[in-house]
């Protein structure tokens, strides 16, 4: 059974970063994707970055230099490094993973397990 617990969510001021980190266990070998989503309150979910198993990652178009996601394959842990913030950021964030690649390609929610999510709260 997948499970996700994300963590590293928290409080801080615009203008500074923080690293979400999200530990997986009974995840797939090999041939996978892991993902960082977020909701902002009001909006809906939406894609930050995905990282295929074999190192390849996309970002979503808007957080591009902003957001480094990363994998440890061997801990099975996924990581979202996250700079310059500002309030826009402030939202849920999910950590996620799929049994395909996802090779830049967000997907249909259904096809990913889900972590329950980690709070990042950022003050102007």
């Known amino acids: 059974q997948v499970q996700l617990v994300e963590s590293g969510g928290g409080s801080v001021q615009a203008g500074g970063s923080l690293i979400l980190s999200c530990i997986a266990s009974?995840?797939?070998?090999?041939?996978?994707?892991m993902a960082w989503f977020r909701q902002a309150p009001g909006k809906e979910r939406e894609g930050v970055a995905t990282i295929d198993s074999d190192g390849v990652a996309n970002y979503s178009e808007s957080l591009k230099g902003r957001v480094t996601i990363s994998l440890d394959n061997a801990k099975k842990t996924l990581s979202l490094q996250m700079i310059s913030l500002n309030t826009e950021d402030t939202g849920e964030y999910f950590c996620?993973?799929?049994?395909?690649?996802?090779?830049?390609?967000?997907?249909?929610?259904?096809?990913?397990?889900w972590g329950k999510g980690t709070l990042v709260t950022v003050s102007s």
């Open positions: 996620a993973a799929r049994r395909t690649y996802c090779h830049g390609d967000w997907g249909d929610y259904e096809m990913y397990y």
């Open positions: 009974g995840i797939f070998d090999s041939g996978y994707c």
